[in-house]
């Protein structure tokens, strides 16, 4: 583009060339970028949800995993529990699994299935946005063998935003002899 200018300050203007973008252009630019983030957003946000699902599953399959394996290698019964708080240093036993987890051995001279001080071999950290429900108990109990002598059964864990038929749910199983398995449906 050129424009028109006086450098000299003798009334006589002369043409320079200048670079950029007009206002319009820039205007429309900005316009398209929005129409395409705005587009962009809800697909992101489902993503967001399904991640944060698969995170839950991997993270209680996990726990689970290394309680089973902890039971084999030392030969013992190992405990794992939902709890409300696994930060304190003796947390209780509870219902919800997206609250947290621990995974304790029972020692001598404590109460039998309840987390006593000193017990608590790894806890699993509460998981954000989920919900996690089932019909079995907040206590399992893997045996020097590897299998589960209390609380085999599903556990589904939702977002809890779940817009039915297009987030995940994963239904996390555990089985009698100890292994886990994942169904992956539509809420």
Known sequence: MRVPYNKSGSGQL?????RGFTVIEVLLVVTIMAILVSLAVPSFKNSIRDNKVETAANALMSGFAIA?????????????????DPTVTTPVCGTNWA?????FIDGTGGT???IDAGEVFRVGDAASSV??????????T?????????GSGDLIINSTSCT??????????????????TTVAKC
């Open 112 to 114: 039998a299935n309840v």
């Open 142 to 150: 893997f045996n020097n063998r590897g299998t589960v002598t209390t």
């Open 68 to 84: 089973r394996n902890e039971a084999i290698r030392r030969g013992v019964n190992v405990n794992i529990c939902a709890v409300a």
């Open 14 to 18: 002369k043409m320079q060339n200048m």
């Open 99 to 103: 609250l947290g987890w621990a995974i």
């Open 164 to 181: 039915s038929g297009v987030n995940k749910k994963i239904t996390v199983t555990l089985g009698p002899v100890g292994r886990t398995q």
């Open 131 to 140: 919900t996690i429900t089932g019909g079995v108990t907040a206590l399992k």
